[in-house]
């Protein structure tokens, strides 16, 4: 029973174009969702997140829209930069619980 | 500011042998976590502890999987007897606080079990 996925493996932008990658969540009691970027042979780290009292949290050219109604959130990347191709992670939580629950990734590759 | 350590950075262990992971957290940080990442998936959750305190194994697997975090020292994930299937990624995070807030990640220990 996957609580969190990411449906879409991989996903190829050409440079300055918009990045947008999603995730779906089944669990009611999440209440606050993240983003984490993870290059080859390191650890993620993190990006952005969002409680689930807004519905929009922007950072630089990074933002996540969460949809509450429709259990979704996505990240927007714009302008997307050869830099940003990496996997990138969903996580949800709830904030009395501790533990994060993880997405299975997105491999995003930004091409010049 | 040191950021979280994990050792080794790769451990190649034969069917049977026993494997350690170690993880020291960032400094203030008293919640570590355990998670481990198998090919081609995601990160699971094993474990949640605080110095001394197992808060949360309902990640881990029932048998040969242990862990724990002394009030000093590094906190130890130990696997006994490994088997194939325990080939992975194992990475450990740590946070100053409890509450799902952002986790800190070290930079894993890949585990090849021959």
């Known amino acids: 029973d996957q609580q969190v996925k990411q449906n879409s493996p991989s996903l190829s932008v050409q440079e300055g174009r918009i990045s947008i990658l999603n995730c779906d969540y089944t669990n009611s009691m999440f209440d606050y969702f993240l983003w984490y970027k993870k290059y080859p042979a390191e650890g993620p780290t993190f990006l952005i997140s969002?409680?689930?009292?807004?519905d929009k949290n922007e950072d630089g050219r990074f933002t996540v829209f969460l949809n509450k109604s429709a259990k979704h959130l996505s990240l927007h990347i714009v302008p997307s930069q050869p830099g940003d191709s990496a996997v990138y992670f969903c996580?949800?939580?709830?904030?009395?619980?501790?533990?994060?629950?993880f997405g299975d990734g997105t491999t995003l590759t930004v091409k010049p | 500011n040191a950021g979280v350590m994990q050792n080794p950075r790769h451990l190649v262990r034969r069917r049977g042998q026993e494997a350690r992971l170690r993880c020291s957290p960032m400094k203030g940080h008293s919640h570590v976590y355990w998670y481990r990442q198998l090919p081609e998936e995601g990160l699971k959750f094993m474990v949640y502890?605080?110095?001394?305190?197992?808060?949360?194994e309902s990640g881990m697997p029932k048998e040969r999987f242990s862990a724990e975090f002394p009030k000093e020292g590094p906190s130890i994930l130990r696997i006994q007897q490994v088997v194939r299937g325990d080939s992975a990624a194992y990475f450990c995070a740590s946070s100053p606080f409890t509450g799902g807030e952002k986790l800190f990640f070290g930079s894993g220990t890949q585990l090849s079990v021959l």
């Open positions: 969002i409680s689930s009292i807004k």
């Open positions: 502890l605080q110095k001394e305190n197992i808060i949360d």
């Open positions: 996580a949800a939580s709830n904030t009395n619980a501790g533990k994060s629950t």
